[in-house]
């Protein structure tokens, strides 16, 4: 029959009687010695051992020990637990089953977590009583909680943060990353499926294996890399700028065992800083036009008018010393003068109508034969003057789509400038190519004084060195930049061949006009 003790849980009558010995010594300092507090009862509720670490956990006072009294021990142990009605159940269901074991945790009103073990005591088949054990837990259990709040709050940063941050291992294979990573440069939702993935699966071949080379040196030298500027292509298939910084994660052993990374996008910095890069080459190019246009006010321009004005006096002052020859001679250079600044204003008008965005595009279909015939007529006789030929080699039945001014002034630009740097008795000849991407090239060849490699490099830059022609002729070099500009606002390319002590030919593409 079972029946109740004082302590509040049931024990049950045996025939068996089971009598303990004095634990042996040994046993006695082993069981001390451990980390975990053991308690035996037999089947009639009496202690019949504990260590001490058991008094050390229940912190049982040692007057009560020295009375070995089990029920104030008892008493005591409960006393300390914030639910000891729960404990008495568990222990008398435990003795309602002899043989079933347990394992749970105790709170203790002092904030403490006991992990509890029991289990029956078997001696020739027959339970005879029970052991438990108690391990205080609670700095395990606070540094789990501890750590379960570290991985909260990176969770929570790695979620939250908009760079983008990856984990990897030694052989460059992702272990975790975070939504930005997953989202912005891998396309997926669940951050999970980038796990034991590498960059060749999300990224070009190229940016992968120049990843994973940076990656394996990282690993080996236990360097990081900081703030290393990429441009790669996202999820969505755009090129984009981004910082990328790995560092190595070393553990106590002071080995690698992987490396964090943290990828910045900088595509809108990138691109403010080549927009500020922009506009300071055309600040640039703007103090440029501004120097030159000064230079040829200063110079150019007004140089000149000095002869004009020497020779306009002479004609005036000593008109009727002349004869009809000689004043025809003076007439002669007076209109030549007038006729080259009259070139130099027109350019220098079109230039500044150009930097000022003044001058717009008007194209029209036009006759290339005819455009050049008027252009040599126009200049003949500056070619006359240094018995120069000038040969027309378009083809009558070619048209082409471009602005009529812009076409006449590259035309007359290019060989004038022939005319300029060809010899006496020279030939200057305009040609024309069809291809086959709806394109004309038009060539203007001489056999004149030619370059050098080096000066047709610089040849339709602003800061362009003018050079006197083969009759000391003067120019400003502007002539050339605003037959690239035109023939670029046709859309159109212009190029040089040249050598020196040969001759040079000109070559300008622009759009075939469409049947």
């Known amino acids: 029959m079972n029946k109740k003790n004082e302590q509040g849980y049931i024990h049950q ?3 068996l009687e089971v009598k303990y010995d004095e634990t042996p010594s040994l046993l006695n300092s082993t069981l001390n010695a451990i980390r975990e507090g053991i308690l035996v009862v037999n089947l009639q509720g009496k202690i019949v051992f504990f260590n001490k670490k058991f008094l050390e956990i229940w912190s049982v006072p040692e007057e ?13 142990v409960f006393d300390q ?6 404990f008495i159940n568990k222990v008398n269901q435990l003795y309602s089953t002899p043989e079933a074991e347990s394992h749970d945790l105790l709170e203790f009103k002092d904030g403490r977590i006991i992990e509890r073990f029991s289990q029956s005591q078997i001696f020739n088949n027959t339970s005879v009583g029970r052991v438990w054990s108690f391990i205080d837990i609670t700095d395990k259990i606070i540094a789990e909680e501890n750590l379960m709040k570290e991985k909260d709050l990176l969770q929570a940063l790695l979620d939250n943060i908009p760079d983008s941050i990856y984990f990897k291992d030694t052989e460059s294979k992702f272990t975790r990353c975070n939504d930005a990573q997953a989202k912005l440069h891998f396309g997926i939702s669940d951050p999970k499926d980038a796990i034991g993935k590498s960059d060749f699966d999300f990224f070009e071949i190229d940016h992968a294996a120049a990843a994973y080379e940076d990656e394996q040196k990282i690993i080996q030298s236990k360097l990081p890399l900081i703030a290393k500027e990429e441009r ?18 070393i553990n106590q052993q002071g080995q690698c065992i992987g490396l964090v990374g943290i990828s910045r996008d900088i595509t809108a910095s990138k691109l403010a800083e080549e927009k500020l890069e922009k506009y300071s080459n ?16 200063a110079h150019d321009l007004r140089g000149p008018f000095n002869p004009l004005l020497g020779l306009s006096e002479i004609l005036v002052n000593d008109f009727e010393t002349f004869s009809q020859e000689e004043i025809k ?33 008007n194209p029209e279909k036009i006759n290339l034969y005819n455009k050049t015939e008027s252009v040599i007529n126009l200049l003949s006789e500056n070619a006359k003057l240094k018995k120069i030929e000038l040969l027309n080699e378009t083809h009558k039945d070619i048209f082409i789509s471009a602005d009529p001014t812009m076409l006449h002034s590259i035309l007359q630009n290019l060989i004038a400038n022939s005319i300029k740097f060809t010899n006496r008795d020279g030939s200057i000849r305009i040609d024309s190519i069809k291809t086959n991407n709806n394109f004309i090239i038009i060539t203007v060849s001489d056999n004149g004084v030619g370059m050098t490699e080096a000066q047709t490099k610089e040849l339709f830059g602003l800061n362009t060195k003018s050079t ?9 070099g502007l002539g050339l930049l605003i037959c690239k500009e035109f023939v670029e606002m046709n859309n159109g390319k212009i190029w040089v061949e040249s050598k020196l002590g040969i001759g040079s030919k000109f070559y300008f593409t622009l759009p075939k006009e469409k049947l």
């Open 468 to 476: 006197k022609g083969t009759n000391d002729e003067k120019g400003t």
């Open 329 to 361: 001679d003076y007439i002669k250079e007076i209109y030549s003068l007038l006729k080259n600044e009259y070139n130099l204003l027109e350019n220098l008008l079109n230039w500044s109508r150009l930097e000022t965005d003044n001058m717009k595009l």
């Open 232 to 249: 790669i292509r996202n999820a969505d298939g755009d090129h984009i700028w981004v910082t990328a910084t790995k560092v190595p994660i």
């Open 64 to 76: 009560i020990i020295k009375e070995r009294n089990d029920e104030k021990i008892l008493a005591y």
């Open 13 to 15: 009558n045996q025939n």
């Open 282 to 297: 055309a600040l640039k190019e703007l103090n440029a036009s501004k120097d030159k246009l000064f230079s040829i006010i």
């Open 81 to 86: 637990l914030k639910d000891p009605v729960n």
